[in-house]
C-alpha cells in the first residue's frame, strides 16, 4: 500500500512528459540531443580565450535551426565533447564522418572529397612536386570561407518574394506526406539549385585573404583582388547588391566543377589561364560570342599609375572632365536658385532719389 501511494502522483508527470516531446517543433528536436542550449542558448555568452581573444559561446537555436547543419548534432562536428561540463574544446575538422546518412549511396556523408580538390589547388599546402610552399600556413582552410549558411531557396513567383514557393510544395505533398521532409529537403534542393551567397558575399569572403596587403606582400600576388574588383562595372554592381553579375567564383572554377578547383594562373587547368580565359568571358550566361583579345584586358587593374598608367591616366581624364562639366552647370544652378528666392537682391549700393 505504501508503494503504490508514492508511484502514483508520478504517472500525470510521465504522461505529461511524453505529449510535450512528442508535440516539440520538428527543430527543436533535431541536433541539440545532448541538450547542449541548457549553456548555450544564454546572449552574450563567452569566454577570452588563451590569446586573449574574445570567443562568443552563444546559439541562437531559430537562426540554426533554419540552417544547412541544422541536423547535424553538436556532438557530430564537437567530436570531442563526451560529457558535460566539458574542457575547451578543439577546432571543428570538416572532414569528419557526419552522422547524417548520405542518400544516394546510403552511407555516412563527409566532406572528406574537398580535401583532394583543396590540396590540388592553388590554395593547397603543397607544391607539385610534394614540398610545403613558402608561407602555408596563410592557406585557407574551412572555416576560413566557409560559415553556417541558410538555406536560400529559390523564389519561383517572378521573383517577387523570396523563399518557400507554396505551388512547388503543393507538387512535393503529391507523394510525400510528411511536412517536416518536404520542407527540409525542398530547402535543401532548391538551395542548390543557385549561390548560397552574393556576389558581394562572396567578395569579401575572398577580401580577407586577398585584400591584406602583407598576406598579398608575402605571396607575390599582383594585385589587391577584392579592392580592384570592386572598381570595375562588376564591382560596382555587385556593391549595389546585384545578383546577376559574376563574382569571383564564376571566373576562377571551371564550371561545373567544385568551387574548391582552382588553380594559379599559370596553371592551363585554370580558368584563368591566357589560353581558356575566353572562354569565361564568352560563355552563355555572360558574353556570349566574345573574343579571346576581349578576354585578355586587366581584370584586376587598379588605380596605380605606376601597374596599369594607361587606364590611370584615363580615368584621371574622366574624373577632371566630369568636374569641369559639372562643376560650373552646378554654380549656374546655385546664382539662378538665388535670383528666384531674392529677386531684388544686389551688390551695387542703390542710389538714394533726390
Known amino acids: 500500500m505504501r508503494l503504490k501511494s508514492r508511484s502514483r502522483p508520478l504517472w500525470p508527470l510521465s504522461i505529461l512528459t511524453l ?3 512528442y508535440f516539440l517543433p520538428a527543430g527543436a528536436q533535431g541536433s541539440d540531443v545532448g541538450n547542449c542550449l541548457l549553456c548555450h542558448k544564454y546572449p552574450g ?3 577570452v580565450d588563451e590569446n586573449a581573444e574574445m570567443r562568443l559561446l552563444y546559439v541562437n537555436e531559430e537562426i540554426f535551426n533554419q540552417s544547412v547543419h541544422a541536423k547535424v548534432k553538436c556532438e557530430g562536428c564537437h567530436t ?60 585557407p582552410t574551412c572555416k576560413d570561407c566557409h560559415d553556417n549558411p541558410m538555406f536560400r531557396p529559390l523564389a519561383f513567383v517572378k521573383k517577387v518574394r523570396p523563399g518557400i514557393a507554396e505551388d512547388a510544395l503543393g507538387r512535393c505533398r503529391v507523394c510525400h506526406k510528411k511536412e517536416e521532409f518536404i520542407y527540409r529537403f525542398y530547402n535543401h534542393v532548391t538551395t542548390r539549385l543557385h549561390k548560397s551567397r552574393s556576389p558581394l558575399n562572396i567578395a569579401e569572403s575572398c577580401a580577407r585573404c586577398h585584400d591584406d596587403p602583407e598576406l598579398v606582400a608575402r605571396h607575390n600576388l ?20 546585384d545578383e546577376s553579375v559574376p563574382d569571383c567564383l564564376d571566373c576562377h572554377v571551371p564550371k561545373g566543377q567544385s568551387v574548391h578547383q582552382m588553380h594559379g594562373n599559370d596553371d592551363i587547368r585554370a580558368t584563368t589561364h ?36 594607361v587606364i590611370y591616366w584615363f580615368t584621371t581624364f574622366f574624373i577632371i572632365l566630369t568636374g569641369a562639366t559639372l562643376l560650373p552647370l552646378m554654380g549656374i544652378l546655385f546664382l539662378d536658385l538665388l535670383r528666384r528666392l531674392f529677386p531684388n537682391a544686389s551688390f551695387r549700393r542703390r542710389k538714394e532719389k533726390p
Open 19 to 21: 505529449l510535450v516531446i
Open 45 to 47: 555568452l563567452s569566454r
Open 80 to 139: 570531442d565533447i563526451t560529457k558535460i561540463p566539458h574542457e575547451p574544446v578543439k577546432p571543428v575538422d570538416c572532414l569528419v564522418l557526419c552522422h547524417i546518412i548520405e542518400p544516394a549511396e546510403e552511407q555516412k556523408f563527409s566532406h572528406k572529397s574537398v580535401e583532394k580538390f583543396l590540396a590540388d589547388s592553388v590554395h593547397g599546402k603543397m607544391d607539385e612536386h610534394g614540398k610545403e610552399k613558402p608561407f602555408s600556413e596563410d592557406m
Open 222 to 241: 599582383s594585385t589587391m583582388a577584392r579592392g580592384s574588383y570592386g572598381q570595375t562595372f562588376h564591382g560596382k554592381a555587385a556593391n549595389l547588391l
Open 274 to 309: 591566357p589560353e581558356n580565359r575566353g572562354q569565361i568571358c564568352g560563355s552563355v550566361d555572360c558574353h556570349p560570342g566574345a573574343s579571346q583579345q576581349f578576354a585578355n584586358y586587366q581584370v584586376h587593374a587598379e588605380f596605380n599609375k605606376e601597374q596599369s598608367p
